[in-house]
């Protein structure tokens, strides 16, 4: 895959579509009631710098936990969001987040923050604008990121080689680590970061996230809508 294929595929996804819309929607809101240069600032700053944080935490202990699954009402949330991505990881239908999932996700994690700002200047609707719109294009970013990780391009950057190569042993050799997409700062700081070499031994849960034969007896609500339960590597399953 040419890196113009990849352009085209990543532009072209819904998810993407909706999350530029709603950025020039939260533009155009900011530039209508605009707040001052000191919190527009401080808005955009704190938002880009918390995303990774956020997105870290919910990786580890949300799309990674095996507690959803349990919850019949969240099972099939949980599915879309993250099983289905770990079952097949270049998958590109199931690459991206659900907008209905990550919108008011990245919501929560920027609006209040710049609400807050802009609310010391009178500018409240001006501030959370600007985090919102940091918010929609980080996820831009992100998920721009996420799709070299995923789709049969080879990068030349020596950081985006970097990224790619911890990424795909998360996906391929140990979920238990590796979550960051655009960075391993948190991964580092919680010692979830680590080289294959570091962890000989694959882990049987890489691609099911513990959601096993066994679990599905008992929670069986993921099975039904999956179809069954695959294991295995996704290139080597029978279809």
């Known amino acids: ?24 929607a939260a533009i155009g809101l900011y ?4 707040a001052p240069l000191v919190p527009t600032l401080a808005a ?10 956020v997105w870290y935490a919910l990786h580890r202990w949300v799309l990674h936990s095996r507690w959803m699954f349990k919850v019949a009402p969240l ?7 993250h099983y289905d991505h770990h079952q097949d990881p270049n998958h590109l239908e199931v690459l991206f987040g659900a907008l209905h999932t990550t919108v008011p996700t990245i919501a929560l994690a920027t609006i209040p923050i710049g609400y807050g700002l802009g609310s010391f200047w009178d500018a409240g609707l001006g501030g ?12 831009c970013f992100y998920e721009f990121c996420h799709c070299i990780q995923h789709l049969s391009y080879k990068p030349k950057n020596k950081w985006l080689v970097e990224m790619k190569k911890r990424h795909m042993e998360h996906h391929f050799h140990d979920e238990d680590g ?32 513990g959601y096993t034969p066994e679990a599905a007896k008992r929670w069986p609500k993921v ?7 695959a294991t295995g590597h ?3 399953r029978e279809r």
Not at 128 to 139: E, P, R
Not at 192 to 208: D, G, I, L, Q
Not at 223 to 229: I, K, R
Request: a positive charge; aromatic letters at 16%.
């Open 44 to 53: 955009i700053a704190i938002a880009t710098f918390t995303y990774p944080l």
């Open 128 to 139: 959370a604008c600007a985090a919102f719109a940091t918010g929609l294009l980080t996820t």
């Open 1 to 24: 895959m040419t890196l113009r294929e990849l352009v085209v595929a990543y532009a072209q996804y819904p998810a993407i579509i909706g999350y530029m819309l709603l950025s020039v």
């Open 223 to 229: 099975a039904e809508l999956s179809g069954g339960v």
């Open 31 to 34: 530039i209508w009631k605009p």
């Open 75 to 81: 099972a099939a949330t949980w599915k879309r969001i």
């Open 234 to 236: 996704p290139r080597k």
């Open 178 to 209: 590796n979550y960051g997409i655009t960075t391993f700062a948190w991964d580092k700081l919680f010692r979830t970061y680590y080289h294959r070499s570091e962890r000989p031994a694959k882990s049987p849960t890489v691609f099911n996230l």
